[in-house]
């Protein structure tokens, strides 16, 4: 079970603040090339992730499984699984998802068995993609936690969104930690009542 605490960032102006203000906490900037492919059901988002910089040649890809995703008390819980996958192999399913029914995966049983997607009645298909950014960022212990920050610029076809993500086994404490530190920092924010995937299934930006 994935935990986390969402934070929605108004606009580019303020992610610009948060991202200069955490600078010096950077661990790394994730830049996948293609985030989604496909998904197996309206209860289950299934994606391959492509990482790097170029499209046609990812230096790695994994293969991801979340499903039912609920929002409590600003606390955002999902059931995640994540495979690493051939980039290779990726690419053959990014460019013909029902390549995917005939991986050997865990995931791709578990979706067979579950929600009766991936033989040739109902093979996988291509929803389409968006393109994320993301800088992750370790906060001091001293801070708050040694929480670890992930800040996301998602560029869907339709708009850009910006997002705080902070995966915890601690929420109540952790937002209490991002609380303090977007008020030093100067910057707004909401808690976001949506995820990345149902923006990208609305095709509009969701609060």
């Known amino acids: 079970m994935e935990v986390e ?11 610009r603040r ?14 996948p090339a293609r985030p989604l492919a496909a ?6 988002q299934r994606d391959v992730r ?14 991801t499984l979340k499903r039912r995703p609920r929002i409590d ?6 059931e995640e699984v994540v495979e690493p996958l051939d980039p290779a192999l990726a690419l053959t399913c990014v460019d013909n998802p029902a390549r995917l029914g005939a991986v050997d995966s865990p995931i ?3 979706v067979s068995d579950e929600y009766g997607v991936g033989g040739d009645k109902a093979p996988f298909v291509c929803l389409g993609g968006f393109r994320n950014t993301r800088g992750v960022y370790e906060l001091e212990e001293g801070e708050g936690l040694g929480l670890v920050l992930e800040l996301d610029e998602t560029h869907f076809d339709f708009g850009t969104n910006y997002e705080l993500e902070c995966e915890t086994t601690e929420p109540d404490q952790a937002k209490e930690v991002l609380d303090r530190l977007l008020t030093v920092a100067g910057v707004p924010y909401e ?12 095709e509009k930006l969701l609060p």
Do not use: W
């Open 108 to 110: 791709v049983r578990l």
């Open 191 to 202: 808690y976001s009542r949506s995820n990345k995937f149902a923006c990208f299934m609305a």
């Open 18 to 31: 948060l991202s200069s203000f955490l600078a010096p906490r950077l661990l790394r900037t994730d830049a």
């Open 50 to 63: 492509l990482y790097g910089t170029d499209d046609r040649d990812p230096s790695r890809a994994v293969l």
């Open 39 to 44: 998904a197996a059901a309206t209860a289950a």
């Open 5 to 15: 605490i969402k934070l929605r960032l108004p606009d580019a102006a303020a992610h």
């Open 73 to 78: 008390a600003d606390v955002s819980r999902v």
